[in-house]
């Protein structure tokens, strides 16, 4: 059978540990409104960008923007967590478990697409950012949560 | 499709889990293809027919509807 471009199994832990540890994290920060007292919400530093608008300036192509990392750190961390749990190997990768991906990515597709699409309709103004926050990571996460059902379904007799 | 995986099991007295391994699939295969709720591929059921050692046609039959 041809190989599927996946990673190897080691990295699901990984990913596993990672992600539970920057939710954690997450969670105490929203107890803390935000300001988690181990971060310092006032460091800054210049990283570059594809493109950048402040509410009130130009667009800017190709440049380096004065930006807090924290946000684009964590996003960075939550997104390579979750793509190490959902694109490692199982132990046992066969040709069943195969069609456990294509199901659950089919899933994804759907249920993630019909949530836009309820969002685009019934949400306006501002909540709609956390329509576009959380849009970042449902694909994976309704991925990983059927695939891991199915698993779990087919394991019992 | 019906199939007599489970029966064959039971003639070789092996459980669910020996059997994955002597063909190097996951548990989950062998309990789907028992349930009919997957159709393994062509080189997957030579592979059971050549461990337990009867031909395809013992193991696979075909329904009608089919």
Redesign the interface.
Known sequence: ?KKQPLLPHGFKKIGWVTFIAVFILHLVGIFYDGNLPFFDTTFSMKLPAIVSKKWSGPTQFFTLVEVGPTLTIIIAISLISLMFIAFSR????????S??RLNSWLWAAWINSALLLLADLFIYNEPFMSVVEINLFALLIIYIIRFHYL?YK???? | MINTIKVQRAIKNITQEELAKAISVSRQTINAMEGGKYVPSTVLALKLAKYFEVTIEEIFKLEEGD
């Open positions: 059978m199982q132990k046992e990768e066969d040709e069943f478990v069609s456990l698993l087919y394991s019992k007799s």
